[in-house]
């Protein structure tokens, strides 16, 4: 069973920045595509970012380009969510999620095809 536990969440103003971590228990950790989902009060669970098992691409929501970066350790079996010039509507409660790797299809960006799921770590970015 692959568990993924989130830490770095917190309350900071705009413009700031933070730095999410995702940790994961699994020593095939390089076997998983991983993202970054978030969900908002009363709002869907939506895509931030993804990366593939072996950190070479990367994706994200049109919304975050330019301030987020996510990126992988896999001797250190974690996932990282660098964020900056973080605004008000960035505020919700951040997941990680895996996917195992497979030659057949890409990094996955839809909430469906992640397999595995962190508890999720709060974000509020006050204005």
């Known amino acids: 069973q692959v568990q993924l536990v989130e830490s770095g969440g917190g309350l900071v103003q705009a413009g700031a920045s933070l730095r999410l971590s995702c940790a994961c228990n699994?020593?095939?950790?390089?076997?998983?595509?991983m993202g970054w989902f978030r969900q908002a009060p009363g709002k869907e669970r939506e895509f931030v970012a993804a990366?593939?098992?072996?950190?070479?691409?990367?994706y994200y929501q049109d919304s975050v380009k330019e301030r987020f970066t996510i990126s992988r350790d896999n001797a250190k079996k974690t996932v990282n969510l660098q964020m900056n010039s973080l605004r008000p509507e960035d505020t919700a409660v951040y997941y990680c999620?895996?996917?195992?790797?497979?030659?057949?299809?890409?990094?996955?960006?839809?909430?469906?095809?992640?397999?595995?799921w962190g508890q999720g770590t709060q974000v509020t970015v006050s204005s």
């Open positions: 990366i593939d098992w072996s950190g070479k691409f990367t």
């Open positions: 999620a895996a996917d195992q790797f497979s030659p057949v299809k890409s990094v996955p960006r839809s909430t469906y095809e992640y397999e595995y």
């Open positions: 699994r020593r095939t950790f390089s076997d998983y595509n």
